[in-house]
Each structure stands twice: as C-alpha cells, then as structure tokens.
C-alpha cells in the first residue's frame, strides 16, 4: 500500500472506530441437545476456540454449558444442555432453554446406532415440547463423529430417528449435516447456515457482509471473531466453502500482519491468487472482530469508504 493511501485509510478507520457501538441489535440463542456422549461439550469446545487440542477431553457433562460467540452487531449465545437420560426429565430445564431458542443443534453420535432409539425418543420429547410452548425454531440435525470408520451416513440416521416423527410434526424445517469435530470447518458450516437462515427468515436485509460483498465486488468477506472464529458470506457457495480452510489459515496471517505492522488496524495482505483487504474493530473493552474481504474489485480508498459508510448505519446488522 502507498503512503498516501496508507493516510488516508488511518482517517477513515479512526472514523470507523469511532462509530463504535456496544449494543447488541440481534441476540441468536442455540440449544445443543441430543444424548450423552454425542459430542455437544466438544462442538461447544471447538465453537470457543477452534483448537483441537482439547475438544475431544470432555466428560459427561452435569450441567448446562455457555459460550458467547461476538459478532459486529450480533451475538451468538450457545447451551449445551446435558444430555444423559435423567436430565430428559428434568422439564424444566428444557422449557427454560428452549424457550427462548432461536435454534436447535440436535447432536447424535453417527458411529453408535445403539444410541439412535433414544435418540428419536429423545427428540420426539424436545419436539413435543416445543409444540407445547407454541415455538417453531429450525432443527438442524448434526450426524457428528463421521471421522469414525463405522459412522452411519445421514440417509441412515433420517430413517431412524426423524422419519417415523416426521408426521407428527408436519411444519418443522429439519437439516441434516454430516460432521466431525475432527474437521472444523464442518462445524462452522453449520453454524453459517444457520445464520444465513435466521437473516433470511427475519428479513434481515441489511446485512452488513452480504452489502459489503455487493459494494467491493468481492469474492468473499469473511468476519471472524476474537479467537479466529470465521463467519462468512460469499455470492458462490462453492467459494465461500472452499474458502473455510485457507480461512482458517488466514486468521494466524492476519494476526501475524497485525501485529507487525498495523497502528489502525487496517491492512492488506496478498497470499497466493487472493488479496485481501482486513480491518479490525473493537467490539468491547477486551474484545475485537476482524473483517476480510477477499479479492475485491475496488481500490483501497474506496474500500475504506465504504467500510465507514456501512459500519455508520445503524441499520446494518452482524
Ligand atoms: N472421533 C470422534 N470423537 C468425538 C467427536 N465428538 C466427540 N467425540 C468424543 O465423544 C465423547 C463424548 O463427547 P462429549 O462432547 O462429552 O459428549 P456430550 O454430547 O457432551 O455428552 P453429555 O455431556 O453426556 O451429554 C468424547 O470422548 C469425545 O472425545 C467426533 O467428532 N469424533
Ligand atoms: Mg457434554
């Protein structure tokens, strides 16, 4: 980047970081739920950090477990309810959480089909209970362990534990994904549908990446929260998807770049065939995101433009 423009980007991102808000417009509750051993405690661990070091050293868990996931305008609350089989008396408990659910992550564990009868009889409760609170909140069914070589396809796990329901509930929207915490990037895929669901289903249409992407001609924008969490929005599926991987990846570049050379926290860094153009913000006292917008059609100064415009709505949302 030239000096001049490397200016005039200081000037508009101490703009932008001016513009700062800490309020919160769109809070999105996910239950994680499903039998004991599943993998919820592990997805939950993977959601905070990404790091496989620890996810898979987890005991059955006693009590209900939080993250907080912080994005611009939006924060993702995670619960991993308990799942052994006391716990799916415990009504309470379910009403409370999911009450105020936007969504439900239903966990069931692909290698172990001895565990899918309890699996069905367990989501038929969580159903019936949700028909009794009178709420209608998509289900995504996540087939997790598919690393293991005896994990069952998701035709298979359908049949067993959502087909014979499937009658009942006739108004439901159900996902099925194949995952693995094993592989990450398909547990943030889901997490991404999901979001892309709920701003659909709200009519949320001033969505910041998806005007961003518009606005730069980008090939992606990619948001990723304090610990490199990625949420990302791309007019391909198939680039976004491809994308999760080097995403991954970038994060530590960009760390790296940052911490170098970066006062404002806006830069651009080349890697293979993408450029990327990344600012960072501070969302809370201890707390930043980082947006990337990969390969754009603009020049820099009008990325910073537009990035100051967008972040001064009020109206945008993520
Ligand atoms: N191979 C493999 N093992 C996994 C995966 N996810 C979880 N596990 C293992 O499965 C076991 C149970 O995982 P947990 O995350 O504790 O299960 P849970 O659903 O939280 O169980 P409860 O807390 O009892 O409801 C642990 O030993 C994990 O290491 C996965 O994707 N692949
Ligand atoms: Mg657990």
Not at 31 to 45: D, R, W
Not at 254 to 282: D, H, P, S, W
């Amino acid at each position: 980047m030239k000096d001049d423009e490397r200016d005039y980007c200081d000037f508009y991102m101490q703009t932008c970081l001016e513009t700062l808000t800490n309020k919160y417009r769109i809070t999105l509750r996910i239950v994680l739920y499903g039998p004991s051993g599943a993998g919820k405690t592990s997805i939950l661990k993977l959601i905070k950090t990404l790091n496989l070091k620890d996810v898979l050293s987890t005991v059955p868990s006693v009590t209900v477990e939080k993250e907080i996931k912080k994005l611009l305008l939006m924060k993702l609350i995670f619960f991993a309810l308990p799942g052994q089989k006391r716990y799916l008396f415990n009504r309470e408990m379910l009403v409370k959480y999911l009450s105020n659910a936007d969504a439900l992550f239903y966990v069931v564990d692909s290698a172990n089909p001895a565990s899918f009868r309890f699996a069905r009889i367990m989501l038929h409760h969580t159903l019936s209970i949700l028909a009794t609170l009178g709420k209608q909140i998509p289900i995504f069914i996540l087939a997790n362990k598919q690393d293991l070589p005896n994990a069952l396809p998701i035709a298979v796990i359908r049949d067993s534990i959502w087909s014979p329901l499937m009658k009942e509930f006739p108004d439901i929207k159900v996902y099925f994904f194949a995952v693995s915490v094993l592989n990450p990037t398909t547990v943030v895929r889901v997490i991404n549908e999901c979001l892309r669901l709920y701003l659909q289903l709200n009519r949320e249409n001033n969505v910041f990446p998806l005007r961003l992407l518009e606005l730069t001609n980008a090939e992606s924008i990619v948001i990723f929260d304090q610990d490199g969490f990625p949420i990302f929005f791309s007019d391909s599926e198939n680039d976004a998807y491809s994308t999760i991987g080097l995403v991954l990846e970038l994060f530590n570049l960009i760390q790296k770049e940052i911490k170098q050379n970066i006062a404002n926290g806006f830069g651009i860094i080349r890697v293979g065939n993408y450029t990327l153009a990344f600012v960072r913000r501070q969302i809370d006292k201890d707390y930043s995101v980082t947006i990337a917008i990969k390969n754009f059609h603009v020049s820099v100064n009008e990325i910073s433009s537009i990035l100051t415009d967008l972040l001064q709505q009020p109206s945008c949302t993520l």
